[in-house]
């Protein structure tokens, strides 16, 4: 499986931005999107179960975030709204067999290349 994200950039506070993550192949359940800002370790966003669609977020995006998919094009997409200089980061796409968790990092097997997102 290979993930290809795409679509970051900078936008300015309150603005908006919608990631998307292309993924090749099906060996997957889940996919989902982690960020890394400099110097913080890896968190999670948000997931999204590719079988029946079930959604959870980090509780700092809940409510400014969605993740949906286009099973059509096998792509996840990430929109992001009123965003804060606290979301800038390198956002990553994951995919992979989830079974309990879809914020666990350690659930995930397949990892894009990350697209960076600057709020200022």
């Known amino acids: 499986v290979q993930l290809v994200e795409s679509g970051g950039g900078s936008v300015q506070a309150g603005g908006s931005l919608r990631v998307s993550c292309a993924a090749s192949g099906y060996a997957f359940n889940c996919m989902g999107w982690f960020r890394q800002a400099p110097g913080k370790e890896r968190e999670a966003v948000a997931g999204?179960?590719?079988?029946?669609?079930?959604?959870d977020y980090t509780d700092s995006v809940k409510g400014r975030f969605t993740i949906s998919q286009d099973r059509s094009k096998n792509t996840v997409y990430l929109q992001m709204n009123s965003l804060k200089p606290e979301d800038t980061a390198m956002y990553y796409c994951?995919?992979?067999?989830?079974?309990?968790?879809?914020?666990?990092?350690?659930?995930?097997?397949?990892w894009g290349q990350g697209t960076q997102v600057t709020v200022s």
């Open positions: 999204i179960y590719t079988t029946n669609g079930r959604t």
């Open positions: 994951a995919a992979g067999w989830v079974n309990r968790n879809v914020l666990s990092e350690s659930e995930y097997d397949y």
